[in-house]
């Protein structure tokens, strides 16, 4: 079985990546959820997706530095507990800025 090339191993993630942007933010604009808040979301997610896209395919240079066969899981599931409590975090920056600001929506 032959393994990715650069290019692709760079360049499917983003592809991936952009479709779940388009998608995501279109529905987000077609039912008018425009919200600051789902804004943040919505670029968290983008970021997510696309983090745990380039641990797939940098899955065989995961597991050959690591010597764990399934290292890409583990990489993902750290990109994951990091990017869930960076938007916890803006979340709640964000939501104590409009409470001190009186910023209502």
């Not at 592809?15 to 959820?33: D, N």
Request: aromatic share 10%; with cysteine; glycine share 12%.
């Amino acid at each position: 079985m032959m393994g990715l090339s650069l290019g692709e191993r760079l360049f499917i993630p983003l592809l991936f990546a952009g479709i779940y942007s388009i998608l995501a933010v279109g529905f987000m604009v077609s039912v008018g959820g425009r919200t600051p808040r789902l804004k943040i979301i919505a670029r968290y997610s983008i970021l997510l997706i696309l983090g745990i896209m380039y641990c797939m395919s940098w899955h065989e240079q995961l597991s050959a530095l690591t010597g764990w066969a399934n290292a890409w899981i583990g990489a993902a599931i750290i990109l994951t507990a990091v990017i869930f409590a960076g938007c916890k975090a803006t979340l709640s920056r964000r939501t104590h800025h409009d409470v001190a600001t009186g910023v209502k929506g």
